[in-house]
């Protein structure tokens, strides 16, 4: 899919009722071999939610809930390209793991004292390890900004 040159990504911190966190290793791109969260671009016909919770199913089978946003990151590449990704606090609906094996090396809950120990973890996972979020903004869809404007779903987070 063309992308033109603003981008926009999702991604998922999902912990387990046992505090692991589900990780990713890609087998490409600048985080090739790294562990790293669930993450990919949204398609054009889903709102940002839908996206985090396909590509969290996707990449690693799990089935989750979004509590809310919890960071968003935002760069440009070559001064081409506004690359930009909106981060998620997710629950797992279950802990079954299966690696999408075309873009995935492996998929895993683990423990926060594994990934720090880990020199493949992830410079964002280190963050979140670090600084331990506790907050979100929470999302409503019993909103509606009125017919004028053609939404087929419509969320708001604050």
């Not at 991604?11 to 790294?34: M, P, S, T």
């Not at 690696?99 to 492996?106: F, G, P, Q, Y």
């Not at 493949?120 to 509606?144: P, Q, V, W």
Request: charged share 30%; glycine share 8%.
């Amino acid at each position: 899919m063309k992308r033109g040159n603003v981008w926009l990504g999702v991604a998922a911190l999902v912990v387990d009722e046992e505090g692991r966190i589900l990780v990713v290793k890609k087998q490409y791109g600048g985080l090739k071999g790294k562990w790293s969260l669930p993450a990919g671009f949204v398609d054009p016909t889903e709102t940002i939610d839908e996206a985090v919770k396909r590509e969290v199913l996707e990449e690693t089978g799990i089935e989750c809930e979004v509590d809310g946003v919890i960071g968003i990151r935002s760069g440009v590449i070559k001064d081409e390209i506004s690359d930009n990704m909106i981060i998620f606090n997710c629950k797992p609906l279950h802990t079954n793991v299966t690696v999408e094996e075309k873009e995935l090396m492996d998929a895993s809950f683990l423990t926060v004292e594994a990934l720090k120990n880990d020199p493949a973890t992830s410079l964002l996972i280190h963050h979140f390890i670090d600084n331990r979020i506790n907050y979100s903004l929470h999302m409503d869809e019993t909103k509606d900004p009125g017919k004028q404007f053609g939404y087929t779903s419509y969320r708001l987070f604050f």
